[in-house]
């Protein structure tokens, strides 16, 4: 599986239709569609398609036609995503009719090929399972972890500097497991 970890944008024009494709990871999928819903006004449809794991490892996947007849926009978007094996990821089809009706097979393709634009223009990164984990320090402590983080490409999720300070923390488990045992003898694992 992959992921991707920024918005990415591209344009198709299918006899005078523009198909403006936007990849996006899932979590920024609500906010730019609504921010693309104002930025666009005179857009005739904003195709959707999703697709994420939950908290049970389950892959959770939506589309939307959006007006479109039937199964000719949404679904092939999904396709796509399936087909490139994208988690936790979402796209959103921007469409400006261009005057000449595509028929059915002509919008599948057209969608088809916009989703898969986008995707080769964005760049993919390796899907790991990532765990949490949170950690104990003292406040001299601070810029080596900040470091070491950053080396390992641990995501720091929250910073809590009350009586002690703590880190909440999530990586792949290889990375994690590294990580720890590098800073084993300055932190304390919650």
Known sequence: MQFVKEHTTTTLEVKQSKFIAHLMPYELYTLTLKKLQEQHP????????????NEYDQAVEHSSDDGEPKG?????????????????????????????????????????DAVNLVIESAEVYEYKK???????????????????????????IDKCFENKIIYKIRADKESMEKFLQKVQRVIKTL
Do not use: W
């Open 42 to 53: 005179k857009a005739r449809h904003f195709v959707t398609a999703f697709r994420y794991l």
């Open 72 to 112: 000719t926009s949404g679904k092939p978007s999904l396709m796509v995503l399936q087909g490139k094996e994208l988690i936790n990821s979402a796209v959103i089809i921007v469409r400006y009719f261009g005057g000449t009706k595509l028929g059915t097979g002509g919008l599948v393709r057209a969608y088809s």
């Open 130 to 156: 990532e765990t949490m984990q949170s950690i104990e320090m003292e406040y001299t402590d601070v810029r080596f972890i900040d470091y070491e983080c950053e080396v390992f490409g641990i995501s720091i």
